[in-house]
């Protein structure tokens, strides 16, 4: 059984930051902060709103608010490394506002790349069942804003807060999902971490971006192997937004026709997870996505952990 993405949503919370206003908090300049990440505003959910309160309305984005015309729900996956608390799995009190229960939900952390982890892991359920299983919901969800130290001006000005989901189910046969790749490099886990004990989010940038233009290459063109197509075959690239800057490297280095590259990093910054089904969304609604289409997905987030996948939509 083939398997894609069939539907997308997306939410962003409603509080603009502005580059004023961390250039106030870390005592820069709105011109370093513009020349440096590219990232001209960023979006933070206010102080009631839970990690589960955003993916919630982003699902509501996809299916509607009217249950009556709702699919089939199987499971959700919820990809986030900000969730609503240790535990209980934010996608629990996600299933929960959702009226889903008695379906599995749980949370998968591989941190700003989770969304394609979840995907891939949610793709590989739908094949191993059959079509009574229905569709599943996979959402990233993060809220930056709370973890950032607001005087580090190298991180508080790339991360925002938002959510982006999917929904992904059987696809006629030569649609959806054709491969994957998904690596995790522990020993570099200290170059984007929340260390232990109420510690704030802390990077080596420098680090970070030597790894992405290292690894990414590697696995999108092992991706692009598997799957027979080239670069050049693909109609939208979407990639993990950390920052406008390292996107517009990314795009140099690896040959992209950028007009193939939506971007959404100069409006919504790094939004973690969700970055990449946020930018999917944008784009479809920007100009729809048309069945045929082929699409690469890819990003690098913390652990390290890096992930790629081509796919054409249905």
């Not at 502005?18 to 908090?25: G, L, V, Y």
């Not at 996809?62 to 609503?84: F, K, M």
């Not at 080596?204 to 990414?216: F, K, N, P, Q």
Request: with cysteine; glycine share 12%.
């Amino acid at each position: 059984m083939a398997v894609g993405i069939v539907r997308t949503g997306a939410y962003l919370p409603l509080d603009v930051v502005d580059n004023d206003r961390i250039a106030e908090w870390t005592g820069t300049t709105t011109n370093w902060v513009r020349e440096r990440t590219g990232i001209n505003t960023r979006r933070y959910a206010n102080s009631a709103e839970l990690t589960s309160d955003l993916a919630y309305a982003a699902v509501i984005d996809l299916l509607g608010p009217d249950r009556e015309n709702w699919p089939r729900i199987g499971g959700i996956i919820v990809a986030t490394s900000t969730g609503d608390q240790p535990q209980p799995a934010t996608a629990a009190a996600l299933q929960h506002k959702l009226g889903l229960n008695g379906i599995p939900a749980f949370d998968l952390n591989s941190v700003c790349v989770g969304y394609l982890f979840a995907l891939v892991v949610a793709a590989g359920l739908l094949e191993r069942g059959d079509e009574r299983d229905g569709v599943a919901l996979v959402v990233g969800a993060d809220i930056y804003s709370r973890i950032m130290n607001r005087a580090d001006r190298k991180t508080v000005s790339l991360f925002g807060d938002g959510a982006g989901a999917t929904l992904v189910g059987p696809v006629p046969h030569g649609y959806g999902l054709h491969a994957s790749r998904l690596v995790t490099d522990g020993g570099l886990r200290s170059l984007v971490e929340v260390p232990a004990g109420g510690q704030l989010f802390r990077m080596d940038g420098r680090a970070v971006r030597d790894y992405v233009l290292t690894t990414l290459p590697k696995l999108i063109a092992e991706a692009l192997g598997e799957s027979g197509f080239a670069l050049a075959d693909m109609d939208r690239i979407i990639l993990h937004q950390a920052n406008t800057r390292l996107l517009e490297t990314c795009i140099r280095e690896l040959g992209m026709d950028p007009t193939r590259v939506p971007l959404t990093a100069p409006r919504y910054g790094n939004t973690g997870a969700a970055s990449i089904p946020i930018t999917l969304h944008s784009s479809h609604l920007e100009r729809p996505l048309q069945r045929g289409e082929r699409i690469l997905l890819a990003g690098v987030g913390g652990g390290m952990s890096a992930a790629a996948a081509v796919l054409t939509w249905y």
